[in-house]
Structure formats: C-alpha cells, structure tokens
C-alpha cells in the first residue's frame, strides 16, 4: 500500500504542530493582585495567546521549538501568587479533544494560519 506525499505529510505535521495551553487561578483580593492577574492576561494575549475558557488561553505553534519559546515567555510573566499550568499537546491529540456548548458537541477551534517572525 502507497501513501501519497499529501497524506504523509498531512499526518506527520498533526504530530508537529503544538499547541500550548495555559491554565490559570491568580488571587484577586487586593488591589496589587487584580494588577498582577490583569498584566498576566494582557502579556500572554500580546504573545498571541487566545482565550479558550475563562483562565484557560491557548496557542497554536508551527514546531515543538516555536511552542518551548512561547513556555519560556510565559514563564517570564509569572505573576507573584497564583497557580499556572502549562501544558503542551500536538495537533493530533488537541484534535480529538471534545468539546460540549450544554449538551451539544462543538467543534475545536480552527487552526490559526498566522505568519511567525523571527
């Protein structure tokens, strides 16, 4: 059986491309927390991160080597308290991720095309 240059390629770049997905639950008692909480998500939506839950912002990366760049960043931006997860999946896994809106299955969000300057 022959597989076509479309497919491979298809199928090798599902296990490329990354997403990275941060999780987070920053205190917002005092004024200085809402602040920290308020810089953090501004700074992660510059670095091209998008909201997918509340506290839960997501980004698509070209290769693993793009996607540690943007773990390094965010880890930068930590802010002084607060929990932060960082987790980093393929294409493949993230697309067999199931999303519910009530009771209706959605579909993941599509992949981004966007241009990455170095």
């Known amino acids: 059986m022959e597989i076509s240059n479309d497919k491979l390629n298809t199928r090798l770049n599902a296990y490329r491309i990354m997403w990275v997905l941060v999780f987070f639950d920053l205190p917002m008692e005092t004024k200085k927390e809402r602040r920290n909480y308020a810089l953090f998500r501004k700074n992660i939506l510059k670095d091209g991160f998008s909201m997918f839950q509340f506290s839960i912002y997501l980004r698509h990366c070209t290769s ?39 009771l209706s299955c959605v579909k993941p969000p599509e992949t981004v095309q966007q241009l990455e300057l170095f």
């Open 64 to 102: 693993r080597e793009s996607a540690d760049t943007h773990v390094r960043r965010v880890k930068l931006m930590l802010p002084p308290k607060g929990h932060v997860g960082i987790l980093v999946v393929t294409d493949k896994q993230f697309g067999q991720m199931e999303i519910f809106s009530g």
